[in-house]
């Protein structure tokens, strides 16, 4: 069955970075587009980051362009965000979504924490 399993999260300071990744399997990979989201106490989700199935369209929150940098390698089926400057601001559970056969699947998420 379709399944994301995010990694990477932790605890870092101001300036900090992070580098998550979104590992799928259960589905052709490279054929979906993969759109990290986040999601902090209290808050609604937020669209993060999205790419394409090949990599060449990338979209961002105006609060991460910058900062923020979505990659993939098909090859591994796993989309990457790579996440600099951190701010305390983005504290949040990230996840990651794919929609295969007209329904959505999320990963379980993975907690980024900074800390000022």
């Known amino acids: 069955q379709v399944q994301l399993v995010e990694s990477g999260g932790g605890s870092v300071h101001l300036g900090g970075s992070l580098r998550l990744s979104c590992a799928g399997s259960?589905?052709?990979?490279?054929?979906?587009?993969i759109i990290w989201y986040r999601q902090a106490p209290g808050k609604e989700r937020e669209l993060v980051a999205g790419i394409s199935s090949d990599g060449g369209n990338k979209n961002y929150a105006d609060s991460v362009k910058g900062r923020f940098t979505i990659s993939r390698d098909n090859a591994k089926n796993t989309v990457y965000l790579q996440m600099n400057a951190l701010k305390p601001e983005d504290t949040a559970l990230y996840f990651c979504r794919v929609n295969v056969g007209w329904r959505d699947y999320w990963g379980q998420g993975t907690q980024v924490t900074v800390s000022s």
């Open positions: 259960g589905f052709s990979f490279d054929r979906y587009m």
